[in-house]
């Protein structure tokens, strides 16, 4: 839904639009085991918001400046469909809240709460978070953020414009710290290449003193512990990641391999919430293989594999868990707008004995008992 308005005055016009947006996105799910919140554990079936997407709302808008130039700014908020709360811990614009300055010759510069750039260039060739998967695809813990849990507060990005293929981003996130310039901060950059039908992608993220606990400050900064979007909370985080896709007719095909690292780890977040997880470092290595197939026009059927590897140090001993993980999605659209699927994730952790890593967890749907989890979800989603 767009709202347009030209404002004319003395013999300079500007035109400005705003749109209203937003995405809903509701299912059945089955999940195979679940702790409950009393303790015990078994299955449950239940209606859950976000199996692919996670509920929102938002306005976006622009104002042509003139000379190729225009303002622009984003207010998008998160929700769970199921009883209406606010998400990202009760924040109004907890999703993104930005405005900024765009330039048809070189790029855009925006200011605020904003993804980071291992998310805007590598999720899209992935089947977790913004590929097709969604967010039941994500790799254990979104430990790489590829499925949209973090944002980066305080935060300064520029992305430019398409270079015969060539796009490159990068940004800074501030502490906004009196005792402390790099006590919860952060940076990224990233470039793609498209050309034809094949994309490549490669990005960098580092979070200094991410959820600002280790750090001695408030769980503000650049990545908030008050609204999870600190996934790992610890001293350092470093994300190395690299993406290939390739579309050849009606089959895409596409390879992800990212490196998490976090020095001096103190939480993780699983299940939704945070549990202790205090050691010397923990390193993930995945490495994802999704394909997709358009049978018709309306019906595509898709999976991906993800594998990592972990390595946990702790204070007298070290473990190498390992995850394995298959996602498979049948999706049929009843319109440009609102489609239909049936998604099921089946996650199996083994060689660890670190409590906290030991049990299966697929994204936020409920930390399993053993060290294993499947969630079959059919559901609906609708985009305006």
């Known amino acids: 839904m767009a709202i347009g308005a030209a404002v004319a005055s003395g013999g300079v016009h500007a035109q400005s639009s705003v749109t209203l947006y937003g995405l809903l996105d509701v299912g059945v799910d089955?999940?195979?085991?679940?702790?409950?919140?009393?303790?015990?554990?078994?299955?449950?079936?239940?209606?859950?918001?976000?199996n692919l997407n996670p509920d929102r709302w938002g306005l976006r808008g622009s104002e042509d400046l003139g000379a190729g130039l225009s303002a622009i700014f984003t207010l998008e908020n998160g929700f769970t469909l199921n009883n209406g709360k606010f998400g990202q811990g009760g924040d109004e614009f907890g999703r993104q809240a930005f405005v900024g300055l765009a330039s048809r010759q070189y790029g855009q510069v925006t200011l605020g709460r904003q993804y980071d750039d291992v998310l805007n260039f590598i999720s899209p060739l992935s089947a977790a978070g913004l590929g097709f998967g969604g967010v039941l695809a994500s790799h254990p813990f979104d430990n790489d953020n590829l499925a949209l849990s973090a944002r980066m507060n305080n935060a300064v990005m520029f992305r430019s414009i398409d270079y015969s293929g060539l796009k490159v981003g990068g940004g800074y996130a501030f502490s906004n710290s009196a005792t402390g310039f790099r006590q919860n901060n952060a940076f990224t950059a990233a470039a793609s290449y498209d050309r034809g039908n094949l994309s490549l992608a490669a990005a960098f993220f580092q979070a200094n003193h991410p959820g600002g606990v280790n750090s001695g400050n408030t769980a503000g900064g650049a990545l908030s512990s008050s609204d999870t979007d600190a996934q790992l909370v610890g001293d350092r985080q470093r994300i190395y990641a690299a993406a290939a896709h390739y579309v050849l007719g009606a089959t895409e095909v596409g390879f992800v391999f990212t490196r998490t690292s976090l020095d001096g780890p103190s939480e993780i977040a699983h299940g939704g919430a945070y549990v202790p997880l205090v050691g010397n470092w923990i390193t993930f290595y995945n490495y994802e293989l999704n394909a997709r197939y358009a049978?018709?026009?309306?019906?595509?059927?898709?999976?991906?594999?993800?594998?990592?590897?972990?390595?946990?140090?702790?204070?007298?001993?070290?473990?190498?868990?390992?995850?394995?993980?298959?996602?498979?999605?049948?999706?049929?659209?009843?319109?440009r707008r609102t489609d239909v699927y049936l998604e099921g994730t089946y996650q199996r952790v083994t060689n660890t004995s670190v409590a906290a890593l030991s049990d299966a967890g697929i994204y936020s749907f409920g930390t399993s008992s053993s060290n294993r989890q499947a969630i079959v979800a059919v559901g609906i989603r609708t985009k305006f």
């Open 30 to 50: 089955y999940i195979s085991n679940q702790k409950g919140t009393s303790g015990g554990s078994g299955k449950s079936v239940g209606l859950q918001s976000g």
């Open 295 to 335: 049978v018709t026009p309306a019906f595509h059927v898709g999976g991906a594999y993800t594998y990592t590897q972990g390595h946990f140090v702790g204070a007298s001993s070290s473990v190498s868990p390992k995850w394995n993980q298959l996602m498979l999605q049948a999706d049929y659209a009843l319109s």
